[in-house]
């Protein structure tokens, strides 16, 4: 009786989980989840852009500081 309930128990917990994996791979939430990485990497490149401009600037005042030369 207890190895029915078991097993019973291991076949709806199993159910159960490619239940979830085929819904993860529906359509829409595969789209959904691309797009949320896709603006999410925008955002990280935008991110990285700035702070790579940023720094140019800083370098350049150092080196128009040690050169002396004027804006």
Known sequence: MIRR????????GLAVWVMRKLQALHPQHVARRTA???ASMVG???DLTAYALDEAAVRE???RAQLKLED
């Open 5 to 12: 309930l078991f097993y019973m128990s291991l076949g709806a």
């Open 36 to 38: 949320d990485r896709a």
């Open 44 to 46: 990280q490149v935008r």
């Open 61 to 63: 005042t150092e080196l």
